[in-house]
Structures are given as C-alpha cells and as structure tokens.
C-alpha cells in the first residue's frame, strides 16, 4: 500500500503520518527520526552515593522487613487453619461429636492467633474483614465450638 493510500485511510488525529498528530510533530520539529525508540534507556541522573546500587561490586541487600511474601508463601497461614478444619470435619464424620468441634474450634483460635501475630501482606486469605472484626468473629465462633462440644451428650455404643 503506497503512503498516499495510507494517509488517505487514516482518520484525522490519529497517531499516523496523515493524521493531526503527525501534523504537530511536523510543526513543532519532532519527528519519529528524533523521538527515542521505545525500548531506549534515557539518561537518568546518577544515583546517590548511599543508594545500595552505587557500588557495583557491593551485595545485593536483603530484602527489607515487612515486603511483600510470594503469594504462595502468604497462604501457608490459611492451609494450615483449612488443614486443621479438615481434620476436625473427619473427626466429626467418625461419630465423635465431642472431638470434632473442640479440634474446629481449634482451627478457629489457630486463624485469630495469626490473624494477631502476623502482619497484613503475610496473613493471606485468612483477611476477610478488619484485623480485630476477623479476630472477634474466629474467637466467638471457638467460644461457641467449644460451648457446643462441651454440652453435647456422649454417643455410647
């Protein structure tokens, strides 16, 4: 297609040759020869001299206390809290109706221990809420386990 056709194509203000915005670049001196390519690094001012990056033989630092975790590694806290439920539902399933509630009741007091201990970006999917909503909700539910476990008659066989 010859670039008569291609101008002829193209709407006006567009980002091409025919387009207004060809038309700026032309009168204001900017032409695509001048403009830097994209992948091109501008010059960026030096770094100062206490920026870890100024030595290049220096080590990498570590990274700093409170960054991120890798997603995988943020969950650990809710696998285990969904690990002990699991444990608590198949000791239900078994006919211990005592057992069962104390050990979900126990996931629950689990999930507000890290919900307390652990920091926001380290916590997961055990955030739902507001830290001390979360909290308040796990503990009353724990409380009501343990109540429900406590009064619950012994099955005899």
Known sequence: MSRKAVEATVAPGD????GDAGREAEQS?????????????????????ESPRADPGAEPSRAEPGTEAP?????????????T?????????????????????????????????????RIGMLAVRGRWLDIATAVTLAVLLIVLAWVAPQLTS
Do not use: H
């Open 29 to 49: 001196g900017t032409t695509e020869e001048s403009r830097p390519e994209p992948g091109a690094q501008e010059d960026r001012p030096e770094q100062d001299a």
């Open 85 to 121: 439920m699991a444990a608590g539902i198949v000791v239900v399933a078994a006919a211990y109706f005592k057992r069962g509630p104390a050990i979900i009741a126990g996931a629950l007091l689990l999930a507000a221990a890290f919900r307390i201990l652990l920091p926001e970006e």
């Open 15 to 18: 980002d091409a040759p025919g």
């Open 71 to 83: 997603g995988w590694l943020a969950q650990i806290p809710y696998f285990l809290v969904l690990a």
